[in-house]
């Protein structure tokens, strides 16, 4: 699974948000999320969209474990539902529901570290088959 | 409409990716998003979850806009679909479909400078009346 | 559980497709929809839109079963994706995911007979205390 | 567009529903569904679900309008929010908002009669090219 440490590594979203890659395994990823003031919303709670970054990616990634790494992947969409405020660290557990030939459907909820359920996702992604999951050199 | 500047103002993530509040009017928000490089994914494309996490800001403001400012909201969901990677500055426009009493549900268009969709979203949001939009001082 | 019972047989939409309750405990309903070519899509899979209302009536029978008999129930919103094509019966199994005060969260999976994964379902449904769950005398 | 026309009267669900096809247009078709008893909830409302069902035609055939006649297409996933509940005749309005080479997405707005708005849905079609979009005679 080095390819997925290889790729999220690449992710300065990630780096940006301080989230980690703290586990993967065939059809399943986990990414974790410390608490940081500067991820929050205006009355103090983790931003929905960060708590979506890390939900997105644990889906994705979760889904590309189950590929090929020649392949690349791309979101196609995903929603989310916000089951109760967090204001703590985040981990959040992504698994594939459905792998296809070219679109696989994911699900991730992320919970606090009391347990407590925060949010839960569906993802819809697409296979690029041989293609590159690394910047076109071509781009500045 | 001061209160919802003065409420964007105190969101720290927003900050932290560098969007700002390009438009205000009853039941439409605009945010703006400048293009960085630690925003991207593996391949350098703005990250999807930064992309919903404007898409979702301006949905929220949106529904704001057009409630008490005595009052606060929560995400209750969104959904968002990514119709083109981007790799430039966004701007995400929120307007709101139904105004409720408690339930309000908005959508969001993000566009790139030449004007491609991005991405479209859909969010059901929570009002809650007479209750702070700030930080609970008796959290730290 | 009565009032569930009820309230489906009271469903006349779920007659018209011929769905029935086949599960109904604290948080968990089942509902059932045997095959028939009248059901179907234009090339004779069980139409998209049916398998969406019988996965809409356990994720909303689900919530009901947690709420008192008293009050009433709305659907806020859904997403189904659609995992894969179906030719034959049917089974939906609707379950809470978080009921809180105002809005509840469900989630349904939909099955073939040979345990096949048909579809996904994600929905939030909203209570209305002390409101019948009856039509309205006043509407013809 | 007779090729539209012609799977839409494949479609045995809409048949048992009563929807009709009443406007055909490139990346735009509209369903209409007359009011009947028996497609209601508990509380004498049309079914969420059925209000799904209109919608989601709405949104494959307009995808399907911009594909070629020789493809056939599936529905990955949708997402409705109900705005307003309804207890009279129907149109579900269904518009492309992105085509792409394999995925395309689709919006559908359903209406009353007197314009009140309904529901909003978001949806997500897969084209399958030089596939037939009807029955396999090989199955029973």
Known sequence: MNYIRESFARQKAMALIGASLTGVSAG???????????LTQQKGFVHGGIIGMIADTACGYAAYSLMPASASLVTVEYKIN??????????ARG????AGRTLTVARAEVYAQDGKHIATMQQTLMMLPDTADTRDPSCS
């Open 95 to 98: 698994e594939v529901l459905k």
């Open 28 to 38: 399943k990823v986990e990414v974790s999320l410390p608490y940081r003031d500067d």
């Open 82 to 91: 916000i089951l109760a405020p967090a204001r703590g660290a985040l981990v």
